[in-house]
């Protein structure tokens, strides 16, 4: 069974830092591309970043320079270091992961950035 544990989301003031993190089972993690992904209500779901299974990173141009993404394939585990957020960063953030022609979800974690 292919399970996807989201953990790390929370309200932070603007400029502040938050970790997402999602530990995956039921795959063999080394070999799927991971990723963030975030939804905001009535819009539609936007990729944020992606680590493939040569740690080559891509991330939207509105998180570069602020957001990292990494991967522990011992832990199967992937990381979202976020800083200096905004408030236009709040979202519910999604954990994937792919391998064509298979693609799993986790459940999201709530982002809020707010004074």
């Known amino acids: 069974q292919v399970q996807f544990v989201e953990s790390g989301g929370g309200l932070v003031e603007p400029g502040g830092s938050l970790r997402l993190s999602c530990a995956a089972s039921?795959?063999?993690?080394?070999?799927?591309?991971m990723g963030w992904y975030r939804q905001e209500p009535g819009k539609q779901r936007e990729l944020v970043a992606t680590?493939?299974?040569?740690?080559?990173?891509y991330y939207v141009d509105s998180v570069k320079g602020r957001f990292t993404i990494s991967r522990d394939n011992a832990k199967n585990t992937t990381y979202l270091q976020m800083n200096s957020l905004k408030p236009e960063d709040t979202a519910l953030y999604y954990c994937?992961?792919?391998?064509?022609?298979?693609?799993?979800w986790g459940q999201g974690t709530q982002v809020t950035v707010s004074s």
């Open positions: 994937n992961a792919f391998n064509l022609p298979r693609m799993y």
């Open positions: 039921g795959i063999i993690f080394r070999e799927y591309t």
């Open positions: 680590i493939n299974r040569g740690e080559n990173t």
